[in-house]
């Protein structure tokens, strides 16, 4: 290195050709500032580039700085006191060894042209405005370090030095009065807007300042006193204290002490107005901490929230008067509920009387029409003159009349009392009507009536074939009996809407007065036709009706005195049955036979139908011998006396209910191991519930397949036992 040559950091210096070499990527870099916060960010932002850094609070401590360690690069600020950047930047230029040290001048208040103007004559080399992104600085450090430096020298004499220097000060002055000028306007306005807003604000805003433990007031907003009657100048800490109420002013005290030492708190308590009366107050405050922890003032808020305080009070009340009432009302309920089971038990011991007595009834009331109408028809066969044989047809007519009337009295009874059980499975309204009228034809022909059937006859309906046939037959029957002679009946089947399914029963007959509707359906009310030579209970439509909401259907009449009636049956539409008779079953591809089916099987079922299916299924297997039973107690009689390998179980049954019937069997130790299918139209969930908890073998709903059925069958017979 030659004697012109001099180092200065990482980088080579040329005092005779000003030249910059970079030696590596590292810069001593000079920064001054008279805000910390600005030293701090500009710190950082060069030492994360790798950079030496050496900071100086004004131009004169830079000038001492510069002298002391040097540097390679310079970033001033220029308003700064004792020595400005533009002091700093003259200074430097005209100091022989630091002329060519590269100097950036960085800002937020000098950035007029005629401000960058005067840096760049005083020889600065960047101008730069506060703020600029990290890169853009460190760019133009970068940029103005690698540049070959000219020999600074400023341009300007020192008298025009000192006149720029001055009007630019005197410029800044009358920039920073006028914004000073704005400012305070501005303030002004704030000011007053603030001290509206305090003056209709519910929040009473307040600061207390804390001198060696002692609590002073220093800003107490003038709403004060439309919160508590008393100015803002006389709310003193000690006027604050002696206001709490007595009740909360322990508890207050110590939630103010424990908030000094943290970060404040929010709390409720009572004031004192200066009429006597108190104010509730949310007191919400923040306590302001030194360096050290030390606390330095409060800063809070009342809100004044009387109002709320009163309307939850108010609302507690009501809370409370509602709570007395709902245990007066529990009290009550629990004796009314008291009151309903002891009415329930005695309606329930009233229906089992109710159930006893029609057994009774039944029994007692059919024995002797049984003597009645047996003897009849004995001495029909027996040689009689012509009054004698008149009088035994009179006793045959009306005993088979009083025979009706108890049956249908008994049914109604049964329906009353709930012990009325149906079995829903899907039936063909084709062979339900055939089935009607075939049974009907007769009657029909004596009077001269014709039948007639139209419609859709291909739809299923879902109901209790038993049930559903007696009420086709009394509608038919009615139409035939009330219709005029030589008149027609009209048996119709159609699908209105989806879902449902209706059959109607249309005659033209003497048809219904209006006057008389509302009797329709009472029970032995024949609407005068007790007066025609017609016969009749008055119990048949009233049965029909109780029948078809059984069943969950819906029964409905249309008529015209002199023109005649339409009744309507409506029920759920649903799939064809399985329930096929011999004649289908005989067409029908049944699964191919399940070999070695061996055993008795004993099947408890009230449907003459179902039973005709199970035996023509079973009758395919010549090992296995099928019983029947149509109730459930004699199907309980049968296998005790049988002991069946296989019971299969429909669930509502005549006398008692499968559920029962599985108890018993389950009961008893020899037949508690034999299989039992159930098998029934209704698949609801409680049902199967109760089922599993009785230990069933399987659960087959109707129509079931047949293949499942075997399968079922043949899993019991070989080797199955109770769940």
């Known amino acids: 290195m030659s004697a012109a040559e001099r180092t200065s950091g990482d980088y080579l210096h040329d005092s005779e050709q000003g030249i910059c070499l970079p030696r590596g990527s590292a810069l001593k870099v000079l920064i001054v500032d008279d805000n910390r916060t600005n030293l701090k960010l500009l710190r950082a932002i060069l030492e994360d580039d790798g950079h030496d850094v050496v900071e100086a609070n004004d131009g004169a401590q830079a000038l001492v700085a510069l002298e002391l360690a040097g540097a390679d690069a310079i970033i001033t600020d220029i308003l700064m006191p004792k020595v400005d950047g533009y002091r700093l930047c003259y200074e430097v230029r005209r100091h022989e060894r630091h002329r060519s040290v590269p100097l950036i001048v960085y800002t937020a208040t000098y950035t007029s042209p005629a401000d960058e103007k005067l840096c760049m004559d005083l020889g600065a080399d960047r101008y730069l405005r506060k703020p600029v992104s990290n890169s853009a600085l460190l760019a133009a450090l970068r940029e103005t370090a690698e540049s070959p430096s000219r020999l600074a020298v400023v341009t300007l004499s020192s008298s025009d030095v000192l006149k720029e220097y001055s009007e630019r000060l005197v410029n800044k002055l009358e920039e920073t009065n006028q914004l000073l000028q704005r400012q305070s306007a501005e303030l002004a306005e704030a000011n007053l807007q ?101 606390p330095l003032r409060i800063v809070g808020v009342w809100m004044d929230i009387t109002d709320r305080k009163d309307a939850e009070e108010q609302l507690q009340q009501v809370f409370d008067r509602l709570e007395s009432r709902v245990r007066e009302r529990t009290a009550e309920l629990g004796l009314a509920n008291e009151q309903l089971l002891v009415a329930k038990e005695i309606a329930e011991e009233a229906n089992r009387s109710k159930s006893d007595f029609l057994s009774r009834m039944s029994h007692e009331l059919r024995t002797p029409m049984n003597s009645i109408l ?51 499975e899907p039936i063909s309204v084709a062979e339900l009507i055939e089935e009607t009228v075939a049974l009907m034809e007769p009657a029909a022909k004596e009077r001269g009536i014709r039948l007639e059937v139209a419609g859709d006859l291909s739809i299923y309906v879902l109901a209790d074939h038993h049930r559903l046939r007696q009420v086709m037959l009394n509608l038919v029957s009615n139409a035939i009996k009330y219709n005029k002679e030589n008149g027609k009946v009209t048996v119709r089947a159609s699908v209105y809407g989806s879902g449902i399914g209706y059959i109607e029963i249309e005659d033209t007959g003497i048809g219904i007065e209006d006057t008389m509707m509302h009797r329709l359906f009472t029970p032995f009310d024949r609407m005068a036709a007790e007066m025609t030579a017609i016969e ?159 230990h069933s073998y399987r659960f087959l709903t109707k129509p079931f397949v047949l293949d499942e059925l075997l399968d079922a069958i043949a899993g019991a017979l070989q080797g199955g036992h109770s769940a």
């Open 536 to 694: 009749g209970t008055g119990l048949g439509l009233a049965l029909s009706k109780s029948l078809m909401d059984a069943m969950d259907g819906v029964m409905t009449v249309q008529t015209q005195a002199g023109v005649g009636t339409t009744f309507k049956l409506g029920l759920s539409l649903c799939q064809p049955a399985l329930a096929l008779d011999s004649a289908q079953v005989a067409t029908r591809e049944l699964a191919a036979p399940r070999p070695n089916l061996v055993g008795l099987v004993l099947a408890i079922e009230d449907n003459p139908t179902n039973l005709k299916l199970l035996a023509r299924v079973l009758e395919r297997y010549p090992d296995i011998k099928l019983i029947t039973a149509m109730q459930g107690r004699q199907g309980l009689d049968l296998a005790r006396h049988f002991m069946p390998n296989v019971i299969l179980l429909d669930l509502h049954l005549p006398d008692m209910h499968g559920r029962d019937v599985l108890l018993e069997l389950q009961g008893n130790p020899k037949l508690m191991h034999v299989p039992v299918i159930v098998l029934t139209a209704d698949a609801f969930s409680d049902h199967w519930d109760s089922i599993v908890k009785t």
């Open 194 to 294: 603030l001290r509206q807003l305090l003056a209709h604000s519910p929040a009473v805003l307040y600061s207390i300042q804390i001198e060696d433990g002692i609590l002073v007031p220093t800003l107490v907003s003038d709403n004060i006193e439309r919160l508590l009657g008393i100015s803002a100048q006389m709310a003193t800490y000690d006027w604050w204290v002696s206001s709490l109420h007595p009740e909360d002013r322990e508890e207050v005290l110590a939630i103010k002490n424990r908030a000094l030492a943290g970060a404040g708190s929010t709390h409720e308590y009572r004031l004192r107005h200066t009429d006597g009366s108190y104010r509730w107050v949310e007191d919400s405050n923040r306590v302001a901490l030194d360096d050290d922890g030390t």
């Open 374 to 424: 047996g003897f009849g028809q004995l001495l029909e066969f027996t040689d009689l003159d012509t009054n004698q044989r008149d009088s035994v047809d009179h006793i045959l007519r009306a005993g088979r009349h009083l025979l009706k009337l108890i049956n249908e009295v008994l049914e109604i009874c049964r329906i009353d009392a709930g012990a009325l059980t149906v079995s829903l």
